[in-house]
């Protein structure tokens, strides 16, 4: 096998070669070829199907630099894609895909293609769940727009998966995943995801992973939700005339601005988890509490105070929590009578959520304390550990799209593992 050096890597053959990028083997360490690729971008600009093609110096770098600040967003909420990491300015690894040769929209707003499709729409037509539609990769016919029932009869087969109704429905609810989470990561700096396409692809292990790239060829995105600023690849579609330099300049400034945008849209939010235990004995439960948010990494913290026997103590604790200047959520354990929950609440404007420890012999008497508690309070309660600990992430959740999407996420998995469960029987 033939090397080159690529990008500051040593590549083998050419897998093959697109309009905006070349995908090489990476060789394996007995000279083969390994379960990755080299994906390296070129400095090319198309539109329409490659009707329209400049070459545009800088591109590769600034939709490399994009690409994987996008995909380092999504793999850090738990999807599954085929990105690995960067690899030198134009080029990242991704695991080595068969694609699924269609477009996955979704579109939160109706514009652009939509309109013509379905006269009548006006522009700004929200969609509540975003809408996803798909469309098959085929250039010559300018990528006609294909139902579900088409794709499965396609009988598309890659790396051994035969592209179903299930796989199809897995591939539409993710579509609609990586728009809600990369919707809510711009969001945060106040601009609106208006619509995307993704494609996916099989590795060689049979499973399905958002592939090729996302760019600001990939999405509509408009700063304060005003087409007017859009920041995206239309600018380029829409030029009429002549494509002149400074028409390419501004298209380079615009996806200059996209990438650097996406540098601050991972800030190190401060936010916090405090579970209270009313003894030491309750450790192990607070245990199980904290696995969970420290696997959605929330920072979590345990401490032991009694709100009947320490009530000075507990509110002192409560004063410093107050005081740290970020959004907390308590989940107070507390046996027999839970006097803690119910006192942290009447003391303070953050969520307090009950988990006692209760078990089959003392549940009827104990789970009262923690129900029946006096005018004024707003405390919840949760028997099961990791239900208190999701609850806590779902009210962090609501300002910190990191957490939002990690939880979002997980109701894809949790989705597709029962699909997985249920094809698994059927086979049997
Ligand atoms: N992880 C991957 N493994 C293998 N091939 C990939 C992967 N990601 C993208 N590709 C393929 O790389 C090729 C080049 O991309 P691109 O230049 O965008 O092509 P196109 O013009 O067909 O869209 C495409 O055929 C795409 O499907
Ligand atoms: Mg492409």
Redesign the pocket.
């Known amino acids: 096998m033939s090397r080159k050096d690529i990008s500051g890597h040593a590549v083998g053959s050419l ?9 090489w083997d990476i060789p394996s360490g007995d000279g083969g070829s390994s379960s990755f ?1 080299l ?1 390296e971008s ?1 400095d090319r600009i ?1 539109a329409g199907d ?1 009707a329209k093609a400049h070459d545009l110096t800088g591109k590769a770098k600034v939709s490399n630099a994009t690409n994987a600040k996008v995909f380092q967003i999504l793999n850090s909420a738990g999807l599954k894609t ?2 690995v990491k960067p690899a030198g300015d134009n080029a990242f690894i ?6 699924v ?1 269609i477009e996955w929209v979704s579109r939160r707003l109706a514009t652009g293609s939509f309109l013509k499709r379905h006269p009548g729409v006006p522009e700004g037509y929200r969609f509540n769940p975003p809408l996803q539609e798909t469309f098959f ?1 085929d ?1 010559a016919n300018h990528d006609p727009q294909w139902s579900e029932q088409q794709i499965v009869s396609a009988g598309f087969c890659f790396n051994g998966v035969t592209i179903g109704k299930g796989e199809v429905d897995y591939m539409r609810r993710a579509t609609i995943c990586v728009f809600e989470v990369l919707e809510r990561a711009w969001r945060s700096r106040n601009c609106a995801l208006i619509d995307m396409k993704i ?1 996916f ?1 099989v ?1 060689n292990m049979g499973q399905i ?1 958002v ?3 996302i760019d600001s060829d990939s999405w509509r995105l408009w700063p304060s939700g005003d087409k007017r600023l859009m920041k995206d690849k239309q600018v380029y579609r829409n030029i009429t005339g002549e494509v002149t330099q400074s028409h390419l300049d501004e298209i380079k400034r615009n996806f200059e601005w996209v990438a650097e945008q996406l540098d601050h849209l991972t800030p190190p939010y401060r936010c916090m988890v405090v579970i209270l235990m009313g003894s030491p004995s309750d450790e192990d439960h607070c245990r199980k509490i904290m696995e969970c948010t420290r696997a959605l990494e929330i920072p979590t913290q345990m401490r032991v105070t009694s709100a009947h026997k320490g009530t000075g103590d507990t509110m002192s604790i409560l004063a410093d929590y107050e005081g740290a200047e970020m959004p907390i959520v308590f989940i107070a354990v507390a046996g027999r009578s839970n006097g803690l929950g119910p006192v942290l609440s009447g003391n303070t404007c953050f969520p307090v959520i009950n988990c006692p420890p209760v078990k089959a012999d003392n549940v009827d008497r104990d789970i009262w304390s923690s129900l029946n508690v006096p005018s004024g309070l707003g405390c919840t309660t949760v028997i099961h550990p990791e239900g208190a600990a999701l609850a806590a992430a779902q009210i962090l959740g609501l300002h910190n799209h990191l957490i939002w999407s990690k939880l979002r996420v997980r109701q894809l998995q949790a989705v597709a593992s029962l699909k997985a469960a249920d094809k698994k029987l059927r086979e049997q």
């Open positions: 897998v093959i070669e697109g309009k905006t990028k070349r995908v690729v994906i070129k198309t490659g085929a990105f991704a695991q080595k895909c068969q694609m040769p990769k250039d494609e692809g590795n992973l592939a090729d790239v």
